[in-house]
């Protein structure tokens, strides 16, 4: 069973910059992809990005590509989502998840049914 904590979340304004990172134990963590999720109050979660269990594939999704960056440290099993250049409309609660996989195509990458583990998430706030 593989157990993700997230931290890092917090306000911001916007412009700024917020670094979340994602530990994760329980499991071998060079043999998991993972993502980062985000949900809006109303709104359905949505794919942020992605890195494969190597770290060889990234991806993100169009509205923060040139914004933000996945990386992971297979030595720490953590994996961090750094946020550049906030925005209003990056505010969510945002989730850190784990598939123990080795695909790394875009389209099993990008959805949520595709990762069984789940951290509770943390909360970004950016204000204009």
């Known amino acids: 069973q593989v157990q993700l904590v997230e931290s890092g979340g917090g306000l911001v304004q916007a412009g700024g910059s917020l670094r979340l990172s994602c530990a994760a134990s329980?499991?071998?963590?060079?043999?998991?992809?993972m993502g980062w999720f985000r949900q809006a109050p109303g709104k359905e979660r949505e794919f942020v990005s992605a890195?494969?269990?190597?770290?060889?594939?990234?991806y993100y999704v169009d509205s923060v590509k040139g914004r933000f960056i996945i990386s992971r440290d297979n030595d720490k099993n953590t994996v961090y989502l750094q946020m550049n250049s906030l925005k209003p409309e990056d505010t969510a609660v945002y989730y850190c998840?784990?598939?123990?996989?080795?695909?790394?195509?875009?389209?099993?990458?990008?959805?949520?049914?595709?990762?069984?583990?789940w951290g509770q998430g943390t909360q970004v706030a950016v204000s204009s």
């Open positions: 890195i494969n269990w190597s770290g060889g594939f990234t």
């Open positions: 998840a784990a598939e123990r996989t080795y695909y790394s195509d875009y389209g099993t990458l990008v959805q949520g049914s595709s990762y069984t583990y």
């Open positions: 329980g499991g071998t963590f060079s043999s998991y992809a």
